[in-house]
């Protein structure tokens, strides 16, 4: 199985729904019971329109007519399952959500890489892409940060499910105090193979009968079982 190299980073979890006025009157009432599932939640921004808590690996931001949690520094998702189903409970009976118009997950999984090199040439063993044998636009085939980016969409009025790949460098810098550390600052790169798979439902979904946890399981289990018929290890 090509995911057991990967390591699972990022979980989006999305609801789209009519304009709830209910935020208004309940923000404070959804605010307790989230800090009441995820230990450790604080706000960082409280508007009208949203609402938006954090913890350390969960951030989650309960809006108007959009609601999402993000989850990262995951060890897996069957994990965080029974508090996201709790979270989504919480939305559909504060937020008066009898109709959802649209459920997403989506996961991000990263393979890291000592170079863009090697990342590339991970996901070109794949044979899913034809990478160049000339220069073109008048750039350099062995450039340290070419890359290649694919995505795979399967959509239907009901469903949809969007797989994307690519390679790609993330940097991070940062200023230091120089009365604390020897260097001015800090510059930190990371190579990464991505595999990012969204999977969503559309048109009216009936939030009462919804089981966000039943989604879930559902998810892991679709990616698993048809990412190969995409990506030939």
Known sequence: ??????????????????????????????????????????????????????????????????????????????????????TFDVWRKMLALGEVKRISTRGIHVKEFLSMKDANAELFSFNLVRWPTTKVFDQPLEAELNGVEMLYRFEDRNSFSVLRLKAERLEYEAELNTDFFEEPAIHKSKNHLVIDFDRGLLGTINADKFRMDDWLKGYQHVLRRDIEKVIKD
């Open 1 to 86: 199985m090509i995911l057991n190299s990967f390591k699972l980073n990022t979980v989006i979890v999305q609801l789209q729904y009519a304009d709830a006025f209910e935020l208004w009157d309940n923000a404070g009432a959804i605010g307790r019971q989230l800090c009441a599932i995820w230990p450790g939640l604080k706000v960082v921004e409280g508007q009208p329109q949203n609402q938006t808590l954090k913890a350390n690996g969960v951030t989650i931001r309960t809006g108007f007519s959009v609601s999402t949690i993000t989850l990262s520094n995951l060890t897996s998702l069957e994990s965080k399952i029974n508090q996201v189903q709790e």
